[in-house]
């Protein structure tokens, strides 16, 4: 599920950066603005870091759920959340 909302938020960001102006040509002057690009980018980051967390945050279920022993749990969540560095 995770995917399909990653991949259907980066076809509409694509489409959206292809068809910020009517027509597309005036994409190419600066001078005007056809959509509010500071808002297009805060929304991307936005989107990015909730994804990211939410992406990081896959394994440590199933890993909490495992018969390991609780040191291996630890060490398993501990080496998956490198991933926010």
Known sequence: MLLGIVLSYM????AASI???????LA???SRLCINL???WLANTVYSI????SILGLPMYPIYESHFPAGQKI???MVFSLGLV
């Open 28 to 30: 190419w002057d600066w």
């Open 11 to 14: 076809v509409a960001s694509t």
């Open 19 to 25: 068809w910020q102006c009517s027509p597309i040509a």
């Open 75 to 77: 060490a398993l969540m």
């Open 38 to 40: 500071a808002d297009a």
């Open 50 to 53: 909730v994804t990211d967390f």
